[in-house]
């Protein structure tokens, strides 16, 4: 029987927030224009650059993910510009409405939910504007809607290729999961969230731009005033904001980067990496299928067709026996598909709960044996034995 | 000497925040999907609306006063629009840059810093726009970078005899300190933050709307997405958010409404009148001078003039002796004010405590008699005892 307080958050955010960062959370406020503040946004400003591998300005906005892609468009383009967006699930559908929203010419490059972008068509629809009128590619890198990992790397030489588009890439689901190299794939504009690899609770996003991406802020002419970078990008010379930040946020964003530090990219990315292969591939031995294009399963969620039971059912099931609370489909998956979250603060243990938590009902309902509850939890324990 | 962590904030904001919402704020997240949110997001909407005296709609965004204040501005108005814009501060400042941006005709009404804004000015222009080309009345009701009260009762009255303009009012530092009858005054849109009489870490803001307001925003063709009242307004009937907000933030906001309800609304804006009235008296008893004009003093803030002394000197002062965080002036104040925050939860005994600092330090610095000393604890302390 669940016991209230005792959940267990698998979902794509908000994830898990270790103790020491709720301890944070919790302090007495402290002055925004006070030096201890200061102190803070230098730190946790470094630490930012460490994690996105970049030397360019990394700012943090009070706000969403949405928030921060939202100010990677408007600051950089202006009414009119063309743009291509790739769209693969709900948030690439999302940057079209946006980009729409601010009069942009928008190419769309789609492909069925679940699978991925493909790269060729970025290159020839970028090769094929010679006239460089394309000012920006937007894109998903983690489809957090379907569990889908686009192949940034190639799109992003391809953008580079061309010469004149700025990338502005939704990060949300993947930096902090997996590499997302900015400086080496020159990324222009990279936004993020607080609840995802970040470790603590929403309410923080974060925005990287490139020295490109400021030269094109200086033509934009769509206006803004909260989201407005140049705004923060001045107030960060004084290690400061122009609006009041969430102060408590930013103390447990201080405390969840060091210890992301103190584990490390490498380590980091190979647990997200042995994750998603211990569930996708438990997964498969418990007869269910992935809803994701195998070769581009998302480090950080994997989205599960439940064919002919009612996902919704399934995760009520779940929730009212363990106390976990998986993520279901969005918009015309809502029933068809589950999504377990293994994002941040999530350990080996979480994996084997969740897959014998899964594992428990599918028995239950007569949907699989024994055999292969024990199957699906020794190929899990395989790959989680790697490193 | 000062001991890191015994900090006592008087500033505007953010303000103290009591334990008990710390430690709501320190929980585990939960899904923002899921019913037990949904709970929370209703109840705390509830509570906005008993705060806010009002039948309208009561929205919670994630982001500072100022996105609240951008959103009643830009959902409801269309580029070209004229507007009067009340400007006798920093944030009154601020709103006339905000309707610039989006390309609205500004009017603007101001007075001198420490001054309040004239209503007989607002009623003139107001009348003699017989064609009703204003479409908004912009002011901040507790102007918290002089201490400056505006009589929004008989501006707001001017505003509904126009019968078209809409009132967009900040009332960021006014909300929860004294006496807002949103339905009473019939104000179109209120905006307010939550680091201020709301007790809580900076992170949400929010924002009243009327049934007039809402018909507005189907006219108004400034583009916005994250600021979209309307989406708000959607996820809401299912009391939802549009994107993910800010989970801890909101269980400390459910907190702290629960003891704002316990204590009263009455007893609320006593409590800040009291200690406006006995800060105000003490620091004259002590020789220094008011910055705001004495009719019209905030029940948040108090500034006082410095004279020969440097505030940024005499603040560092009770800072490190006492630690109190006090504000400094801002732009053209730097160094001519200090201002003492008395909003949120703030007791007498921090009352007497910051003015015994200050008397402390004035006394050190030879500007005092002893006698000086007794005199305005002695006038606080009358002025405590009321009620």
């Known amino acids: 029987m669940a016991i209230q307080q005792k959940l267990s958050l698998m979902i794509p955010?908000?994830?898990?927030?270790?103790?020491?960062?709720?301890?944070?959370?919790?302090?007495?406020?402290?002055?925004?224009?006070?030096?201890?503040?200061?102190?803070?946004?230098?730190?946790t400003t470094e630490n930012l650059k460490w994690l996105h591998q970049t030397q360019n300005d990394v700012l943090t906005i009070t706000g969403s993910g949405t928030a921060a892609m939202e100010a990677g468009i408007i600051n950089t383009l202006s009414r009119g510009d063309k743009v291509i967006c790739g769209e693969n699930g709900k948030f690439g559908e999302r940057w079209v409405k946006v980009a729409k929203e601010f009069g942009l010419e928008v190419i769309k490059i789609d492909s069925e939910w679940g699978n991925p972008l493909d790269p060729e068509e970025f290159k020839k629809v970028l090769e094929e504007d010679k006239q460089k009128e394309i000012k920006a590619v937007i894109l998903t890198h983690s489809e957090t809607s379907t569990g889908v990992i686009n192949d940034l790397e190639t799109i992003s030489r391809y953008i580079r290729e061309h010469n004149t588009a700025l990338s502005i890439i939704d990060c949300v689901t993947s930096l902090g999961a997996c590499n997302v190299p900015v400086d080496e794939w020159q990324l222009d504009i990279v936004a993020s969230g607080s609840q995802k690899g970040y470790m603590i609770p929403p309410g923080l996003s974060f925005i990287s731009i490139s020295q490109k991406a400021w030269e094109a802020t200086e033509r934009s002419n769509i206006p803004k005033f909260y989201l407005n970078l140049q705004s923060y990008r001045k107030s960060l010379l004084s290690n400061s904001n122009p609006y009041t930040p969430a102060?408590?946020?930013?103390?447990?964003?201080?405390?969840?980067?060091?210890?992301?530090?103190?584990?490390g990219l490498d380590n980091i990315f190979s647990r997200h990496s042995k994750h998603k292969l211990a569930i996708s591939n438990a997964v498969k031995a418990?007869?269910?299928?992935?809803?994701a294009d195998e070769n581009y399963l998302s480090p950080s969620i994997t989205a599960i067709k439940t064919e002919e039971m009612d996902a919704e059912e399934f995760r009520k099931i779940i929730k009212n026996n363990f106390d976990i609370l998986l993520a279901g489909g969005q918009d015309h998956l809502k029933g068809k598909i589950f999504r377990v979250g293994h994002l941040g603060y999530v350990n080996d243990r979480d994996i084997i709960t969740v897959i014998s938590a899964i594992s428990n009902v599918l028995f239950d309902l007569g949907k699989i044996t024994a055999k292969e509850v024990g199957e699906a939890l020794v190929v899990a324990t395989k790959y989680l034995e790697k490193n």
Chains 1, 2 share one sequence.
């Not at 908000?14 to 503040?37: D, Y």
């Not at 102060?247 to 584990?263: P, S």
């Not at 418990?286 to 809803?291: E, H, Q």
């Open 13 to 43: 955010g908000p994830t898990p927030v270790p103790e020491k960062v709720l301890q944070a959370l919790s302090k007495h406020p402290i002055g925004h224009r006070s030096k201890e503040f200061q102190d803070l946004v230098e730190s």
């Open 247 to 263: 102060v408590n946020l930013v103390f447990a964003l201080d405390e969840a980067l060091k210890m992301m530090r103190e584990e």
């Open 286 to 291: 418990l007869n269910l299928k992935l809803f």
